[in-house]
């Protein structure tokens, strides 16, 4: 087998066989329940997904949460940044940032969702979740990268007197980029999730999350299959954009 | 070999072990914490069992519906909506009869009288994707009321409906983050009664201001089965229920009782001594009369509903009504 075939095989064949499988499973499970309220087939589910995206309330859903969970995104990892750039700089901002970032991480989601929800609007409190959430993900993975800088190259730097900005934008930024890109893929896949399970429970209107929400208490299981589907594509689309994107930023870098 | 056939003679009895656990024989009756078990509360009380083996469940308003998706329950009270969607082909279960006719109240920080008065304001509605919510939807829009469900239109000229758990009515009215709740009882008494010096009072009636001083809230579903193989029973049961009224009227100490020694372990009752009297009871309007009688009744209420929220509603075949009489 030549390489060619080879890794026609990895990428393409072998993902698709296996969705296939999942098809089947779903098929043979749907009809061992017959019954629609209890697991449709996937035909049903597709042709419901048809019916969703004809739906101008669907798209209205879809760009809000979208927007939603970009704005939480950025400032989960503009936080992040900063706040691991102090702790990297000074020693007592790290000790004091250490137990809070220990706390947030192990706060039940579903606490702080709930929490949110009390304290501020259906709109506003998802960001916050997911922003939060997200926050000791991120913070951990680009202070560790900080801390894991090549030193050897930081000191050459030094010694041939190269100008901070350069010595940021061309030896630091690109470190720190190789090394938490697969987590910021992750985390902002993990931030699609989080917003979703916070827009159900905060019943924020015009949102993936609410029509789940309506979905699941008017039995419309074709629905909610539907818009599972739609989020686990667009989790994985955004996975996949971060991936594209990180060839072009390190050649950039 | 022999470590794949002695997994799967584990597997074997694992599952046999269970099936002693399921007695077919037995009638399932499964209601909703709440009024709904209001309404059966005295065969909660005696454990009527008709010469038969019937089990009482009373379980939260989130599980009921999955007692009809499963075919667990051979008998039910759900609300009409949800009997609807779940029952209305008439394939597995009839509607019998209404067993609740609407316990919805709005309380809140003035004592207005007028629904216009609402205008402005954010009201929080308890399941307001379902019959409480809906039907007060329809009530808003029924008397030219504007209103609606998404935070940034909301204006001076329209009312903000915020759906709500149950369990933060209180906190909500207290931080001042709704002026107004939907709830119902018993939540209606237990909402007021944190609240001191008529802080917080009862505003409206949904019945009154439905138009009809009622409507059908709950059904009484009931499993082809059980009525092709035991009509006895199931008339026999109808019986007690349409003389369960009286009952809870006579011995209102014994309703909360009746309903908590059926929940399940651990869950938290709705009623208590603490909340439950002869104002509670009255509201929660319980009684029961024949769907088949009153399907005109239903079906527009159902047609109201709908027109609200489409998906909120099933289509009734003639196969969903049973006529006991």
Redesign the interface.
């Known amino acids: 087998m030549n390489k060619k075939t080879k890794k026609i095989l990895e990428n393409v064949l072998y993902p698709i066989c296996v969705i296939v499988i999942i098809f089947l499973i779903w098929l043979i499970f749907a009809e061992i329940t017959n019954?629609e309220?209890?697991l449709p087939t996937p035909f049903q589910t597709f042709q419901e997904i048809g019916n969703l995206f004809s739906s101008g309330t669907f798209w209205i859903a879809f760009c809000n949460t979208l927007l939603r969970t970009l704005l939480a995104f950025l400032s989960s990892f503009v936080i992040a940044g900063l706040l691991a750039l102090l702790a990297f700089k000074f020693k007592a901002i790290e000790k004091i940032l250490s137990p809070f970032i220990s706390i947030i991480r192990a706060t039940p989601t579903i606490a702080v969702i709930l929490l949110f929800i009390?304290w501020t609007?259906?709109?506003i409190a998802p960001i916050l979740v997911s922003t939060l959430v997200v926050l000791p993900l991120l913070y951990t993975a680009i202070f560790s990268s900080l801390k894991n800088l090549d030193k050897d190259l930081l000191q050459m730097c030094k010694i041939y007197k190269i100008k901070n900005k350069d010595i940021i934008f061309k030896v630091c930024i690109p470190q720190v980029w190789a090394s938490t890109y697969l987590t910021v893929s992750s985390s902002l896949a993990l931030n699609l999730k989080l917003m979703v399970a916070a827009e159900v429970l905060a019943?924020t209107?015009?949102s993936l999350g609410g029509l789940m929400?309506?979905?699941k208490?008017?039995?419309?299981m074709s629905e909610l299959l539907a818009l599972t589907v739609v989020t686990v594509v667009l989790a994985l689309a955004l996975e996949y954009f971060v991936n594209l994107l990180n060839r072009p930023i390190r050649r950039w870098l | 070999m022999k470590k794949i056939f002695s997994l799967f003679a584990t597997m074997i009895c694992f599952c046999l072990a269970f099936t002693g656990c399921y007695d077919d024989n037995s009638i399932n009756v499964y209601v909703p914490d709440g009024a709904p078990a209001l309404s059966v509360s005295e065969m909660l009380y005696t454990n009527e069992q008709f010469n038969e083996n019937v089990t009482y469940n009373v379980v939260s308003a989130n599980e009921i519906?999955n007692t009809i998706?499963?075919q667990t329950a051979d008998i039910a009270i759900i609300p009409t909506n949800?009997a609807s969607?779940?029952c209305g082909d008439g394939k597995t279960y009839k509607a019998v009869g209404i067993c609740t006719f609407g316990n919805l109240y709005v309380i809140g920080k003035n004592d207005i009288t007028s629904l216009n008065e609402l205008t402005g304001e954010t009201v929080g509605c308890i399941q307001?994707?379902?019959v409480p919510g809906l039907t007060f939807q329809y009530i808003l829009k029924n008397n030219q009321i504007n209103y609606t469900?998404?935070?940034?239109e909301a204006n001076a000229n329209n009312v903000l409906l915020?759906?709500i758990e149950g369990t933060?009515v209180v906190?909500?009215l207290k931080t001042n983050k709704i002026s107004y709740a939907v709830v119902a009882e018993p939540l209606c008494a237990t909402a007021l009664s944190k609240f001191e010096n008529n802080e917080v009072v009862k505003v409206f009636d949904l019945q009154e201001l439905y138009g009809a001083n009622y409507y059908p809230q709950s059904l009484l579903v009931v499993k082809n089965s059980l009525i092709e193989n035991n009509l006895t029973f199931v008339k026999n049961f109808i019986n007690k229920m349409q003389n369960n009224k009286n009952w809870t009227n006579e011995n209102i100490d014994k309703c909360v009782e009746a309903i908590s020694n059926n929940l399940k372990t651990g869950a938290t009752p709705s009623f208590t001594n603490n909340n439950f009297n002869a104002e509670v009871l009255n509201n929660c309007n319980i009684g029961f009369m024949s769907a088949f009688e009153n399907k005109d009744f239903i079906e527009n209420y159902l047609s109201n509903l709908k027109s609200i929220?489409e998906?909120?509603v099933g289509n009734l075949s003639s196969e969903f009504w049973f006529n006991y009489e």
């Open positions: 019954s309220f209890i009390i609007n259906a709109n019943n209107t015009k929400q309506g979905a208490i008017y039995f419309e | 519906a998706l499963q949800i969607k779940l307001i994707q379902n469900l998404d935070e940034n915020k759906g933060d906190a909500q929220e998906n909120a």
